[in-house]
């Protein structure tokens, strides 16, 4: 069974604190946002790099997962993979190895030791990943993934950094927009929101990271975690 080594995943190590409510709230928001139509596929997209995107995905993965959700979360990042530290699982294999056919899923699916969530890690990087998340391949492997799961949540890398979070976007059910309050200018959270919209992505809320509530700081730095 793998190990849980990193300490930012609160849902599963601090089940109990007002960070794992947080992304509790976050969960049921989601749900709310569309009864008629339910989300079973997610992506948690930034504008940039180190906003909280794999940590957010992560955690509110394991409360679907806590909810008896058949739960899998995938690294969409082929280029700068780090879902597989979350969780404390190798990457020597994983969705590139599926995607260029060296793999079946079921073979690189690993099990994160948390009841109901498994995680495919991105694996070797591609010299192409944008081709790779644009192929045929990967629709194909999506439509098989969603008979055998719940909901499944996808990492990507930074909107404006890469093509590869739009690209995805168009396969998701919904997109999460992170946004690390301080650190990002209004106007680069405003140019990944329309380069969203332009594709006609669904964007179901911004989740806001790094939010003082009452001048006190909360675990892990994540103060708040809001849909709006």
Same mark, same amino acid.
């Given at each position: 069974?793998?190990? *849980?080594?990193?300490?930012?995943?609160?849902?599963?190590? +601090?089940?109990?604190?007002?960070?794992?409510?947080?992304? @509790?709230?976050?969960?049921?928001?989601?749900?709310?946002?569309?009864?008629?139509?339910?989300?079973?596929?997610?992506?948690?997209?930034?504008?940039? =790099?180190?906003?909280?995107?794999?940590?957010?995905?992560?955690? *509110?993965?394991?409360?679907? =997962?806590?909810?008896?959700?058949?739960?899998?979360?995938?690294?969409? $990042?082929? @280029?700068?993979?780090?879902? +597989?530290?979350?969780?404390?699982?190798?990457?020597?294999?994983?969705?590139?190895?599926?995607?260029?056919?060296?793999?079946?899923?079921?073979?690189?699916?690993?099990?994160?030791? %948390?009841?109901?969530?498994?995680?495919?890690? =991105?694996?070797?990087?591609?010299?192409?990943?944008?081709?790779? *998340?644009?192929?045929?391949?990967?629709?194909?492997?999506?439509?098989?993934?969603?008979?055998?799961? $719940?909901? %499944?949540?996808? $990492?990507?890398?930074?909107?404006?950094?890469?093509?590869?979070?739009? %690209?995805?976007?168009?396969?998701?059910?919904?997109? %999460?927009?992170?946004?690390?309050?301080?650190?990002?200018?209004?106007?680069?959270?405003?140019? =990944?929101?329309?380069?969203?919209?332009?594709?006609?992505?669904?964007?179901?809320?911004?989740?806001?990271?790094?939010?003082?509530?009452?001048?006190?700081?909360?675990?892990?730095?994540?103060?708040?975690?809001?849909?709006?």
């Amino acid at each position: 069974m793998p190990r *849980l080594i990193n300490n930012q995943l609160v849902t599963s190590l +601090h089940a109990q604190s007002s960070v794992s409510e947080e992304y @509790r709230m976050l969960r049921t928001n989601i749900q709310f946002s569309s009864i008629d139509e339910p989300i079973e596929v997610m992506m948690v997209a930034s504008a940039q =790099a180190g906003e909280g995107r794999t940590v957010t995905i992560s955690n *509110l993965a394991v409360t679907y =997962a806590q909810e008896g959700k058949k739960v899998l979360v995938m690294d969409m $990042d082929l @280029r700068r993979s780090s879902l +597989h530290h979350m969780f404390g699982l190798p990457n020597h294999t994983g969705l590139t190895r599926v995607l260029a056919n060296q793999q079946a899923w079921q073979d690189v699916v690993q099990e994160t030791g %948390i009841d109901q969530l498994h995680a495919i890690t =991105a694996g070797p990087n591609p010299p192409n990943p944008s081709e790779m *998340l644009s192929s045929r391949r990967m629709k194909a492997l999506l439509v098989e993934l969603k008979e055998h799961y $719940d909901v %499944i949540l996808m $990492d990507t890398p930074p909107l404006l950094s890469f093509p590869d979070g739009l %690209i995805v976007s168009a396969m998701c059910d919904g997109v %999460i927009l992170v946004v690390q309050a301080g650190k990002v200018k209004k106007d680069i959270v405003k140019k =990944a929101k329309a380069n969203l919209e332009r594709i006609k992505a669904r964007i179901l809320g911004v989740v806001l990271n790094n939010v003082k509530r009452s001048n006190t700081r909360m675990q892990r730095g994540m103060e708040e975690r809001s849909l709006t």
